[in-house]
């Protein structure tokens, strides 16, 4: 009986999962945890700060989002387009793309490498048979069922948390880290604030989660854009408030719990350059024995299979608002044609991204080059439209949002002049 109670429980929580939860989560990918590790690897508990210092800016630049699709129903890509030219808008969608494409190749590429660590074989096999199983998931299961799968992958982020049991950590050190901002001011040191800064606020998170909440509009009929349905907005806009809060707490907290391990373990062993999720993978497994070395990897698979579709989705929504097309992982493939090809397009190339002599680090850097370039425009964007009441009626962004979102938008531009400067 309590097993079945247990399980109705579980249940009800994942219905009550939405966007905000899915698009957190979507932020620790694979080529994320690598740059994490990378962090607690180098500096220990240096930089913990800086997942604490994001975490609020998270929640206001995700939250106005969220909010611009579900008062205008339609996606972020499509409001731009009242606020930038048609030509911009194409060349930032391109340019994400780009980013996006290069993202997906090291996902993928880590997915095949963590389960090559755990059981052999080919890892190049696994990076196909896995980017198969994203494309065909998202190009034929409709996405009321689709969004179900999506959501249970977000307990895989779990096995980071799960990890600190299995070391011993500092916790006095810990709490001096979070809470005592220190940086050197070095180029390695700036280039790596940077990298946790592009990683943690990413452009394609914008449009994947006001795109999500047009499809969550769509899906329900009682639903319909805020402006049409204000008498919704009280408790829309307090849904949209709590899940994003938590999907970026989720976030932040399995951010601060991977450089946690990689501090305690790596960096306090005296291992500071670690360049890929597989490295800090098979690093752990010597130091902290087999049991982190399997969270550690099982969590690199399902964050994997979490991110490729959100990652491939957001340019397609972008996209498909561009050119006027048909859009939404409701609908079938033959009804959405240009849509799905984008999708395809991005999986396809992430792969050959993988088979390609390309140094996957290196690619990394330039697709957190793009994102550094792109991401300031978005947001500029993002803040005009969420501030403006022709678009937004009455539910234009709230003071704290838009203070929030203000500063998000300098840091992540002052982040952008010092990449190109220290690079």
């Not at 859009?327 to 240009?338: D, F, V, Y």
Request: charged share 15%.
């Amino acid at each position: 009986m309590e097993a079945f109670s247990s399980t109705l429980s579980l249940k009800r929580l994942t219905k009550r999962l939405g966007p905000g939860v899915i698009t957190g989560a979507a932020d620790d990918d694979p080529s994320g945890i690598a740059t994490y590790s990378q962090a607690g690897a180098q500096t220990g508990f240096g930089l913990l700060w800086t997942v604490v210092l994001t975490w609020p800016m998270m929640v206001a630049v995700q939250s106005i989002s969220a909010r611009i699709g579900r008062v205008t129903g339609r996606g972020l890509a499509a409001n731009m387009l009242d606020v930038f030219p048609r030509p911009a808008v194409g060349m930032l969608i391109v340019l994400l793309f780009v980013a996006n494409t290069i993202n997906i190749g090291a996902d993928l590429s880590a997915m095949g490498a963590a389960v090559k660590l755990a059981v052999g074989g080919s890892q190049h096999l696994y990076t196909v048979l896995f980017a198969l199983g994203c494309l065909m998931g998202t190009v034929f299961i409709p996405y009321h069922r689709y969004v179900e799968v999506l959501k249970w992958l977000t307990f895989s982020l779990f096995a980071y948390v799960g990890i600190v049991f299995a070391v011993d950590i500092d916790w006095h050190d810990v709490v001096k880290g979070a809470l005592l901002p220190r940086l050197e001011l070095s180029g390695d040191s700036l280039t790596l604030v940077v990298a946790l800064f592009g990683t943690t606020i990413s452009p394609y998170l914008f449009f994947w989660q006001s795109s999500q909440e047009v499809e969550e509009e769509e899906a329900d009929p009682r639903d319909a854009p805020l402006l049409e349905k204000p008498k919704q907005a009280p408790v829309q806009l307090q849904r949209i408030a709590w899940e994003t809060c938590a999907g970026m707490g989720m976030s932040n907290m399995v951010a601060f719990f991977i450089m946690l391990t990689t501090a305690a373990t790596l960096h306090a062993n005296g291992q500071t350059d670690i360049q890929s999720t597989e490295q800090a993978a098979q690093a752990l497994k010597p130091i902290a024995g087999d049991f982190a070395f399997a969270l550690f990897s099982i969590g690199i698979v399902g964050t994997g299979l979490l991110a490729v579709p959100v990652l491939a989705g957001s340019v397609a929504y972008a996209a498909g608002e561009l050119f006027a097309w048909p859009i939404g992982l409701e609908h079938p493939p033959q009804k959405a044609r240009g849509f799905y090809s984008v999708i395809a397009a991005a999986i396809v190339l992430g792969i050959a991204v993988d088979l390609s002599p390309l140094d996957p680090i290196k690619a990394l850097v330039w697709s957190a080059v793009v994102n550094g370039v792109i991401v300031v425009p978005v947001l500029v964007a993002m803040m005009i439209v969420a501030s403006r009441s022709r678009e937004m009626g009455q539910f234009v962004a709230t003071r704290t949002q838009r203070i929030f979102g203000w500063l998000t938008t300098a840091m992540m531009a002052v982040a952008a002049v010092a990449m190109f400067v220290t690079m």
